[in-house]
């Protein structure tokens, strides 16, 4: 009877050690897939603020360069009106006005 006791006694303890090593195996798992989800998240959010500060950057520029584009285009039309015939002649013979 003995013998039978130590042995329930032994598989208890087994059972036990075997079930806290699942459990310690499975928290560090659920971590681990916490971690993966948290630095899924902020990558994302991370990408997603980049790409919205480089389109509102390039928005910027070209917003700068359609003015530029204007004030050249106004220039050059000041500067076309002011030439002589003759250039004029020559520039639209080139296509260039």
Known sequence: MDTMKRTNETAER????SGDSYKMVIEHMLAQ???HVK???ELLDGT???IQHQAESNRS???ELVERAEEQRDAYRTWSASTSMPTR???RAARLL
Not at 14 to 17: E, G, H, P, T
Request: aromatic share 10%; proline share 0%; charged share 25%.
């Open 14 to 17: 087994l059972a036990k050690m």
């Open 33 to 35: 897939q916490e971690r």
């Open 39 to 41: 630095f899924g998240h």
């Open 48 to 50: 997603a603020r980049e």
């Open 61 to 63: 520029v070209v917003g």
């Open 89 to 91: 002649t020559y520039l």
